[in-house]
């Protein structure tokens, strides 16, 4: 059987791709933001310029990594959740229109014709 509409499965899959590409790598950027996040902190703590005491400062740096990491995976998982749909989405609609053929042929072969159109009243 051939294959119809290649250039819309080419789309779905690359969109498919794309998604989990920027997933995995949504998670490692909210990872490295996050441990930069306290990073930063650690190093501003010991100039004095973030909290009063040192303890105070690592709490901060801390809160602000998980804040940055909950936010980026957030977004980037709907963003990647956003792409993946629409790949499904177009092979919903290839899949909807292949079954639709088949059932014609099939009627076809038959020599059933089609019921007729209901009348406009």
Do not use: H
Request: hydrophobic letters at 50%; aromatic letters at 8%; one cysteine or more.
């Amino acid at each position: 059987m051939e294959t119809r509409y290649r250039a819309l499965r080419t789309i779905a899959t690359i969109f498919k791709v794309l998604g989990w590409v920027i997933l995995i790598l949504g998670i490692l950027s909210a990872c490295g933001g996050s441990a930069l996040t306290v990073l930063s902190g650690s190093t501003m703590m010991g100039m004095g310029g973030l909290g009063g005491g040192s303890d105070t400062g690592f709490i901060l740096s801390l809160i602000m990594a998980i804040v940055v990491f909950v936010f980026t995976v957030v977004f980037v998982g709907l963003y990647a959740l956003l792409l993946i749909a629409a790949s499904e989405g177009i092979y919903v609609f290839l899949d909807i229109e292949a079954n639709t053929r088949e059932m014609a042929r099939r009627l076809g072969q038959r020599g059933t014709p089609a019921p007729p159109p209901p009348s406009a009243q």
